[in-house]
């Protein structure tokens, strides 16, 4: 008996990046600022919209709220000075212990 496969029951804990401050370096705080005033002249507050935002390995990532998703990713695509065309991809994951925001779109 017992375990052949080479799991034993191994179980490793991921620890995800904190947010970041500023200034966030290279190109992405021309990006984050680009994006708050494009938000502000829509009328939208960017600390409403934008939860936080994580620089990591190389890259910028903005955690924006479900109600302000559309909005946010529009504003990405069509504001003149951001111009994003491409979106690689998006998935859903479940993180359990984050109450009342179990479900994130990445």
């Known amino acids: 008996g017992g375990d052949t496969s080479g799991y034993g029951g ?3 804990s991921v620890r995800l ?7 966030y370096g290279g190109w992405f705080d021309e990006v984050a600022d680009e994006l708050e005033g494009a938000l502000e ?6 600390e409403n919209a934008i939860g ?3 620089v990591d390995r190389g890259e910028l ?5 479900r109600e302000h998703l559309v ?4 504003t990405l695509r069509d504001d003149p000075a ?13 993180y359990p212990h984050d109450k009342g925001r179990e479900l994130h779109a990445v």
């Open 10 to 12: 191994l179980v490793r």
């Open 17 to 23: 990046p904190g947010p970041a401050s500023r200034p």
């Open 41 to 46: 002249e829509q009328g939208l507050l960017p």
């Open 52 to 54: 936080k935002t994580v």
């Open 61 to 65: 990532t903005f955690h924006i709220e």
């Open 71 to 74: 909005r946010v990713a529009r």
């Open 82 to 94: 951001l111009r994003f065309e491409l979106c690689t991809g998006v998935s859903g994951v479940h």
